[in-house]
């Protein structure tokens, strides 16, 4: 499932292609959704925001389509009437002059008054936004010191939608890693210092995966083995999916472990050693 960085990619996407163009059409695949058609065909979209993995379509007459992607959800941005080459259905699509944005397989799509959507479900429980809140490292710091996280797992907790959106398990492992922390550990149990190399790590390594199109790894490490002809399946973290790989920090072998179900990758070095710090 792409992760929060990758959606808001997408909504830079979409808005780049619609917002602020009038609308030749607005058409959905759901019939309960068909009674907006022409209401949002007749309005603008004035912005598109994002809520960790959802998208939220703002349209100029009071309406905001929240959309998620969820597992085979995706958008295709093409020439005005043209269609790409899938077996996926289409769900919603977007119509200006000159451009189409589809939306195939979605399987959450609603419409709601704009001054509403903080009501929607998974809205209202999605915590913190690195990408849409930007907060800084301090600010961070104080939400996650919160008493209602203090127990409960690293690895189980950055998984959590209301924790910190858009967190998903590659960010997961990468923020783990570069904040020289392991899964097991728990918000309560950290120290001042390691409560706020986590918070720093949230917020870098989430930026830096929307800036890069989903790369974590130290630029400069990047740059090296680019140099060296590594491909970018090889390069692009610092231990996801790189089980019995040397570590491009320490070379320590990287280990695969199942943690909240799904895999997370560690550094046994790196993450348990206090004088590795990421950059």
């Given amino acids: ?24 059409e607005v058409w959905f695949a759901r019939p309960d959704l068909q009674q907006y058609q022409s209401e949002l065909g007749d309005s603008i979209v004035t912005g598109v925001k994002t809520k960790g993995k959802a998208l939220l379509t ?36 977007l119509d200006t002059e000159d451009r189409s944005a589809l939306l195939y397989s979605a399987s959450e799509i609603a419409v709601m008054p704009s001054e509403e959507i903080h009501r929607h479900p998974f809205v209202a429980r999605a915590g913190i936004d690195v990408l849409s809140d930007h907060p800084t490292v301090a600010e961070m710091s104080r939400y996650i010191n919160q008493s209602r996280f203090a127990r409960r797992s690293l690895g189980a907790l950055l998984l959590d939608q209301g ?13 783990l890693f570069c904040a020289g922390l392991l899964p097991e550990a728990t918000i309560g149990a950290l120290s001042g210092r390691e409560r706020s190399r986590l918070a720093r790590q949230i917020i870098r390594i989430t930026e830096r995966a929307y800036q890069t199109g989903g790369i974590t790894n130290d630029p400069k490490i990047v740059r090296r083995l680019k140099a060296r002809g590594w491909r970018r399946s090889q390069y692009r973290h610092y231990a996801f999916c790189r089980a019995g790989e040397p570590c491009h920090v320490c070379a320590e072998e990287i280990r695969k472990h199942t943690v909240a179900g799904r ?17």
């Fill in 1 to 24: 499932m792409p992760e929060g960085p990758e959606i808001k990619r997408v909504a830079d996407q979409l808005e780049s292609a619609v917002a602020g163009k009038p609308l030749e």
């Fill in 263 to 279: 895999r997370l990758y560690t550094c046994p070095h790196c993450q348990d050693h206090p004088a590795f710090t990421a950059s």
């Fill in 163 to 175: 924790f910190v959106a858009g967190i998903g398990n590659y960010l997961r492992t990468e923020i």
């Fill in 58 to 93: 703002e349209f100029d007459c009071g309406l905001t389509v929240y959309s998620h992607n969820q597992l085979y959800g995706r958008w295709y941005f093409m020439g005005a009437g043209k269609r790409p080459r899938t077996g996926r259905q289409l769900r919603w699509r």
